[in-house]
């Protein structure tokens, strides 16, 4: 496995044997999302970008447009399940595990260090984790392919790929704001690094950089009109980040992601900053990590990981001793293998929702209990609002104290047996029609105590049980039967979350 070569692609590798080797790969990781998008029911999130495709904007409270627009499409051709809403983020992994043997690749690794990175990706948790329809595949993606631009323009110069850098990092920006330190970390590493810096002479920088603002502007735009919605939202949710644990709980879990690679990770971020050619990578790899580890979660820069591991398998490669070589080579899969067989269960929807609580997967992985209960959840808010004597009934929506509960009910409802729903969380605040004439108001998820400054009585009616027992925010959640003191709109503001 020692590499004649330490820069550039090696392209005198058989093709036909580089496109099998890729492709297999590609088809492996969506093969395995394919077989188990269909486990589990839709997420929480999902019902909330569902719903925001369904009131198309040039932004929205949390995440810029791009996401919600493509399932409004996806799900508009194939149809509203989850497994074909998971179609694209499946396809996307297969994106991704490309990308993954495209560092190895371009940095010069010979075919065999490019199939020992396709195997470390098929095997990552981060990709191998992300099945849900959420920004987070799609922000991946975008960070992934704006390094690999980057790598490119370290190896090849080619004027035209500041062009491609720009255009990604454009899409970036519409698909989810934590691209930013991302961008941050490209430009100082383009003012550090001497040949990069003397580009910026050059037209190519400049058009990238004005394309990616064009892209993004139709959303700056949007915020600016409605008042900046994001940045209340980016403060609010500083105080769930910090109640998370902090510098320490983030670099416990960002090592768990890692897990047994940790150490050809550490090794290819030194021989990212000790290689003055491939310095710039490293400065943008390390201004995310670095941000975030203060004001983010440990998943943020987490794209980061596979362009770095790929510096680490050249390191490996580079071992002058063959028989030392070959065996970190064979540790490398041994680990790959092992952490994929260790975690596979907890990150791949692989438990039926019935075995979720007992097996404690509800509580170990949050996002497998945010599937579970939906269709009962609406079959419960129909009853309760069925059993509502009929004079209330008449006069009566649903407010949801979560995106969930009302998103659930717009896609499982019936629309003839239940009224209209609406939540004051994120997004969905803004979608409550200005008009509105309710006098009452079946409010899930609100005790009494909650929303007694906006009723005239208020007490409750129900409870919502989630099935199986799974621990989730709606199990035991309250539905409280509230006579509004005035008309719903005017009471909105007081009811608002953008947390």
């Known amino acids: 496995m020692s590499e004649s070569r330490t820069r550039g692609p090696t392209w ?102 490019q199939a020992l990175g396709l195997l470390v990706a098929v095997t990552a948790p981060l990709i191998v984790g992300t099945w849900l329809f959420q920004t987070v595949i799609f922000d991946q993606v975008t960070w992934m392919l704006s390094l690999f631009w980057l790598l490119s323009l370290v190896i090849d110069r080619r004027p035209r790929t500041w062009i491609w850098l720009g255009l990604t990092l454009g899409v970036g920006l519409e698909v989810k704001y934590l691209i930013l330190p991302l961008i941050a970390g490209i430009a100082i590493a383009v003012l550090l690094t001497p040949e990069l810096r003397k580009e910026l002479r050059t037209r190519y920088p400049w058009i990238g950089a004005s394309l990616m603002l064009l892209l ?41 992601l890692l897990f047994l690679l940790t150490p050809l990770w550490i090794a290819g971020l030194i021989s990212l900053f000790r290689r003055p050619e491939l310095r710039a990578i490293g400065i943008a790899c390390a201004v995310p990590l670095v ?129 209209a729903s609406y939540s004051p969380q994120l997004s969905d605040y803004l979608w409550l029609p200005a008009h509105l004439s309710a006098t009452h108001a079946l409010m899930a998820g609100y005790a009494p105590s909650d929303v007694a400054w906006m009723c005239t009585s208020a007490r409750v009616v129900a409870h919502l049980t989630v099935p199986y027992h799974v621990v989730s925010l709606e199990q035991g959640s309250p539905v409280t039967l509230c006579t509004l003191k005035a008309p719903l709109p005017q009471l909105w503001s007081g009811l608002r979350d953008f947390s």
């Open 12 to 113: 005198h590798h058989p093709r036909r044997a580089t496109l099998l080797l890729f492709g297999g790969a590609a088809a492996l990781i969506i093969a395995v999302h394919l077989a188990t998008d269909g486990i589990l029911g839709f997420h929480i999130d999902e019902l909330y970008y569902l719903a925001s495709g369904r009131h198309p904007a040039f932004g929205y409270v949390d995440f810029p447009p791009v996401v919600p627009l493509l399932a409004r499409l996806e799900t508009g051709l194939l149809g509203v399940t989850p497994w074909t809403l998971r179609l694209l983020p499946a396809l996307l992994s297969g994106v991704n595990v490309v990308i993954s043997g495209a560092y190895v690749r371009q940095l010069g690794g010979s075919l065999k260090l």
């Open 216 to 256: 993004w502007l139709p959303n700056v735009v949007w915020q600016i009109a409605n008042g900046l919605p994001t940045l209340t939202y980016i403060l609010n949710h500083q105080g769930s980040i910090q109640s998370g644990g902090g510098v320490g709980n983030f670099l416990v879990l960002f090592l768990v």
């Open 291 to 419: 941000v975030y580890l203060f004001v983010g979660k440990y998943y943020y820069p987490a794209p980061t990981v596979p362009i770095v591991i790929a510096a680490g398998l050249l390191a490996l490669s580079r071992i002058e001793r063959p028989r030392l070589r070959s065996r970190l080579a064979l540790a490398v899969v041994v680990a790959s293998l092992l952490g994929f067989v260790s975690l596979a269960k907890i990150i791949l929807p692989i438990t039926p929702a019935s075995r979720l609580h007992a097996t404690g997967l509800d509580i170990t992985n949050t996002d497998f209990a945010s599937t579970v209960g939906w269709v009962s959840i609406t079959q419960q808010m129909t009853a309760i609002y069925g059993a509502l004597p009929s004079p209330e009934r008449d006069t009566t929506v649903i407010v949801s104290s979560d995106y969930g509960v009302a998103g659930a009910l717009q896609i499982f409802g019936n629309p003839k047996l239940l009224p």
